[in-house]
């Protein structure tokens, strides 16, 4: 009998894996930052540091990755009933739930709305300038 090497799962390496997930964060830490900055409001000058900043971009990271697919399936029929404008409530909502976990800061539903439109516009730019950011 000969010994079968097993092959990854995935072809990519831990260290592009690694690499891929340190610039989403960075994306996403920048597109909190700057829509806590525009639309949401800080209750403490504690709520205003880099690591509240990297906590958000992770929190929403998580959150997109984790709890919008479920968010999404079980909104699909107001998602087609609408023609795919509930998916920015759904967007506005991933938004919200981010902020609420963070402390000191908070944000009102329009200013949730504008921010998943900033952030869409943000991560859209990321994907066109760095083409690995999606690969």
Request: hydrophobic letters at 60%; aromatic letters at 12%; glycine letters at 6%.
């Amino acid at each position: 009998m000969t010994a079968h090497k097993a092959r990854p799962v995935n072809s990519k390496s831990a260290g592009s894996q690694l690499g891929a997930f340190l610039i989403r964060w960075a994306v996403s830490s920048l597109a909190m930052w700057i829509c806590i900055k525009l639309f949401a409001t800080t209750t403490s000058p504690l709520a205003d540091t880099i690591w509240t900043y990297l906590l958000a971009g992770l929190i929403f990271s998580l959150v997109n990755s984790i709890l919008k697919p479920f968010v999404t399936l079980l909104s699909l029929p107001f998602i087609v009933l609408t023609l795919g404008l509930f998916v920015l409530v759904v967007n506005a909502a991933m938004v919200g739930l981010t902020v609420w976990l963070l402390p000191d800061i908070s944000i009102g539903f329009w200013g949730a709305v504008f921010s998943a439109i900033t952030i869409s516009i943000i991560n859209y730019l990321a994907n066109f300038l760095v083409p690995s950011y999606t690969k």
